[in-house]
């Protein structure tokens, strides 16, 4: 554990001074990004839209001043090179993108303009830059893989074959992500690698249609958790553990290229839980009574299993997810706790990237 806590420190002292761009930073993934990169002392450009929500973490996380924060589509290269150029980054963080699955059938157009095209904008403006990057991590998801409904985890050399138009966006942007490796970026210059995180919980996620923050807004209502998938399993893990992984891996390549690849980023297997044994833990946590009910609303198609074998993330860098789902609620909870009473959330945000860190 403690060789783990050295890792970690390490990555955040890497980040002092340097310039990072991140498309996306105005949602939930994005904002925990820039503050730990805030946090860390490095000099932070993001590009993305308005946040995507109200209440939203971007406004509350006290990140927007101490970095600068362009407001632009990922669909307009134009904008996107202007902000790219004047950046001049070192490292970049592919974020941006429309995330939700049950949006992705409402939107399937729009929903691939920017999950596959906004990934080919931002290769666009790695690969004309006049100052190259040196490290680039693109974030897809645990959705990425033709879903066979294992009961093992899925590896990286496994298909990529999404089912529903989110997940198939992302496959296709990682199918992307490798023609521009190979056709632009085998010399050795730039370091490239894809990062698919399992389903990320925490504290400021206000999205729609996601189960906790469904939990969240429930509990604060007083109303029972309506839960209509029960029993499909996710990697759920706190959103810290990713961030972290992507950082890691940044600074990895940056220094070696030759980590640069493909990773999955997920929990432990004992953390891989069922949506029902997710809600059960968090009216535990929360209290007061809080209840569900299991109810069947309908809907498009969903994976029922899902879970990541991240045993080539563990060798190659030593990792190891840091707090397991129990903890994760927990901490969900607190945040959200603290937002209800009008607490100091960025006081809180640092606090808990310090506990995760020690």
């Known amino acids: 554990m403690e060789d783990m806590v050295m890792i970690m420190a390490n990555v955040l002292d890497f980040y002092k001074n340097k310039k990072v761009f991140v498309t996306g930073h105005t949602g939930f993934k994005g904002s925990w990004l820039c503050k730990i990169l805030i946090k860390s002392g490095a000099i932070v450009t993001g590009y993305s839209l308005n946040p995507p929500t109200d209440p939203n973490l971007f406004d509350i996380a006290d990140v927007k001043e101490k970095m600068n924060s362009i407001i632009g589509d990922i669909r307009d290269l134009s904008s996107l090179k202007v902000a790219f150029e004047s950046a001049k980054p070192e490292i970049v963080f592919h974020l941006a993108a429309q995330p939700l699955v049950r949006d992705s059938y409402v939107n399937p157009h729009y929903t691939y303009e920017i999950n596959v095209m906004g990934t080919v904008n931002i290769l666009e403006c790695i690969r004309t830059a006049k100052i190259l990057p040196k490290s680039v991590v693109n974030i897809t998801t645990d959705k990425v893989y ?44 730039i370091a490239i690698s894809t990062a698919r995180a399992g389903n990320v919980i925490g504290g400021g996620d206000f999205a729609v249609d996601r189960i906790i923050p469904d939990c969240i807004k429930a509990a604060l209502k007083k109303e029972p958790i309506i839960v209509r998938n029960p029993n499909s399993t996710r990697p759920y893990q706190h959103v810290l553990e990713p961030l972290y992984a992507y950082l890691m891996i940044a600074k990895k390549q940056y220094e070696d290229i030759s980590f640069s690849d493909y990773y999955n980023v997920g929990p432990d297997d004992c953390d891989c839980v069922t949506t029902g044994e997710l809600v059960k833990l968090f ?24 879970k990541l074998d991240c045993s080539k993330l563990k060798s190659a860098f030593n990792w190891k997810p840091r707090w397991n789902i129990e903890t994760a609620i927990e901490k969900t909870v607190e945040f959200a706790r603290c937002y209800e009473k009008g607490g100091n959330i960025p006081e809180l945000m640092d606090k808990q990237i310090d506990e995760f860190l020690n």
């Open 146 to 189: 033709k879903n066979n409904e294992w009961v093992w985890g899925y590896r990286e050399n496994e298909p990529l074959d999404g089912f529903d138009p989110y997940s198939n966006s992302k496959s296709c942007s990682e199918l992307v992500t490798h023609s521009y490796k190979s056709s632009f970026f085998d010399d050795n210059k």
């Open 283 to 306: 009216c535990k946590k929360w209290g007061d009574g809080q209840a569900f009910e299991e109810k069947s609303v309908g809907g498009p198609h969903e994976a029922n299993f899902l």
